[in-house]
C-alpha cells in the first residue's frame, strides 16, 4: 500500500541497466508522460519476485520507494502486459525498441505529457499485432511522427516549407518537410518523394494504428517510410538513436 514514502504508478519499461550481479536500474514511463528511474533489486534473478516484470516493453503496475540516493527502488511490481510476443521475434523486438527508444528521449522527469503512455503502449501492442515486416515498419513510422508532431515537430506536408508551392517533390527533415524543386536545389539532403510516398506520409499522421495495420503497403514503402521517420527523430531530438538504426538494418 502507498505510504508517505511510496507511490504507485502504472510504467513501460522502456529500458534498463545491469546493476551489480542480479539488480537493474529501469527507465520507465509512468501513465502521466513523466520518465521515472528505479532500481530493481534481484530484477536479474530468476524465479526473484521481480522475474519477468522488469523485461522490456512490460507494462506494470508498480510501487516505488524513495531510496537513499537520486534513485528510487521498485518495491513490488504486478504485470498488466507483457507483450512477450515482441521478445520472440526479431523484427518485433526490433521495431519495439525503436518506439521505446524515441519514447525515452521525448520524456522528462519533470515535464508530464498523459499523451505519452497510451499512444506508447498502442503502438506497441500494434507491434504484436502487425502482419509483416511492412506493417511494423509502418507502426514504428507512425509512433515517431505522431509523437513528435505531438510535441511540437510536426512535418509540413502541403506545401513546400520554402515559398508555399503545392507541386512539392522532396523531403527535408531539417528544412522542416516538403520542399519544391527550386527551393530544395538550396537545402542539403532533400529526398525526392514521390507522390504516393506523400500521401502516405500524410496518412501516418492522420490515421489509426488500426487503420494502417488493415492498409495495403508493400515493403519498400513501408522501408522508406521507417527511414524518414528515423531522419525526422534524429533531426529534431539530436540525437542518435541505435535502436532505431538496427532496427532499419534488420
Same mark, same amino acid.
Given at each position: 500500500?502507498?505510504s508517505?514514502?511510496?507511490?504507485? +504508478?502504472?510504467?513501460?519499461?522502456?529500458d534498463h541497466?545491469k546493476?551489480?550481479?542480479?539488480?537493474?536500474?529501469?527507465?520507465m514511463?509512468?501513465? *502521466? #508522460?513523466?520518465?521515472?528511474?528505479?532500481?530493481?533489486?534481484?530484477?536479474?534473478?530468476?524465479g526473484?519476485r521481480?522475474?519477468?516484470?522488469?523485461?522490456?516493453?512490460?507494462?506494470?503496475?508498480?510501487?516505488?520507494?524513495? &531510496?537513499?540516493?537520486?534513485?528510487?527502488?521498485v518495491? +513490488?511490481?504486478?504485470?498488466?502486459?507483457?507483450?512477450?510476443?515482441?521478445?520472440d521475434?526479431l *523484427?518485433?523486438?526490433?521495431?519495439a525498441s525503436?518506439?521505446?527508444?524515441? !519514447?525515452?528521449?521525448?520524456?522528462?522527469? *519533470?515535464a =508530464?505529457?498523459?499523451?505519452?503512455?497510451?499512444?506508447?503502449?498502442? =503502438?506497441?501492442?500494434?507491434c504484436?499485432?502487425?502482419?509483416?515486416r511492412a506493417?511494423?515498419?509502418?507502426?514504428?513510422?507512425?509512433?515517431?511522427?505522431?509523437?513528435?508532431?505531438?510535441? &511540437?515537430?510536426?512535418?509540413?506536408? +502541403? #506545401?513546400?516549407v #520554402?515559398? &508555399?508551392? @503545392?507541386?512539392?517533390?522532396?523531403?527535408?527533415a531539417? %528544412?522542416g518537410?516538403?520542399?519544391c524543386?527550386?527551393? !530544395?536545389?538550396?537545402?542539403e &539532403?532533400?529526398?525526392?518523394?514521390?507522390?504516393?510516398?506523400? #500521401?502516405? @506520409?500524410r496518412?501516418?499522421? =492522420?490515421?489509426?494504428f488500426? +487503420?494502417?495495420? =488493415?492498409?495495403?503497403?508493400?515493403?519498400?514503402?513501408?522501408?522508406?517510410? %521507417?527511414?524518414? %521517420?528515423?531522419v525526422?527523430?534524429?533531426?529534431?531530438?539530436?540525437?542518435?538513436?541505435?535502436?532505431f538504426?538496427?532496427?532499419l538494418?534488420?
Open positions: 500500500m502507498p508517505a514514502r511510496t507511490h504507485a +504508478e502504472r510504467v513501460i519499461v522502456l541497466t546493476l551489480a550481479e542480479q539488480d537493474l536500474i529501469l527507465t514511463l509512468a501513465r *502521466d #508522460g513523466k520518465r521515472l528511474r528505479a532500481v530493481a533489486k534481484g530484477g536479474r534473478k530468476p526473484g521481480l522475474a519477468g516484470r522488469c523485461d522490456l516493453f512490460c507494462e506494470d503496475d508498480v510501487l516505488l520507494a524513495r &531510496g537513499r540516493g537520486s534513485l528510487e527502488i518495491s +513490488e511490481a504486478a504485470l498488466v502486459d507483457a507483450h512477450a510476443t515482441l521478445r521475434d *523484427d518485433r523486438m526490433s521495431c525503436a518506439i521505446c527508444e524515441v !519514447a525515452r528521449h521525448s520524456c522528462f522527469e *519533470d =508530464a505529457d498523459p499523451y505519452v503512455h497510451p499512444i506508447t503502449s498502442r =503502438a506497441l501492442a500494434a504484436e499485432e502487425a502482419a509483416d506493417h511494423l515498419d509502418l507502426v514504428s513510422a507512425a509512433y515517431a511522427f505522431k509523437l513528435l508532431a505531438h510535441e &511540437g515537430w510536426r512535418p509540413e506536408l +502541403e #506545401g513546400c #520554402g515559398c &508555399g508551392d @503545392l507541386a512539392a517533390t522532396r523531403f527535408s531539417s %528544412a518537410g516538403v520542399l524543386e527550386s527551393c !530544395a536545389s538550396s537545402v &539532403g532533400a529526398e525526392p518523394i514521390s507522390p504516393s510516398q506523400l #500521401g502516405w @506520409l496518412a501516418l499522421l =492522420a490515421l489509426t488500426s +487503420e494502417l495495420l =488493415a492498409a495495403d503497403v508493400d515493403p519498400e514503402t513501408g522501408a522508406f517510410l %521507417a527511414s524518414l %521517420a528515423h525526422w527523430a534524429t533531426t529534431q531530438l539530436d540525437v542518435r538513436l541505435r535502436a538504426e538496427f532496427a538494418s534488420v
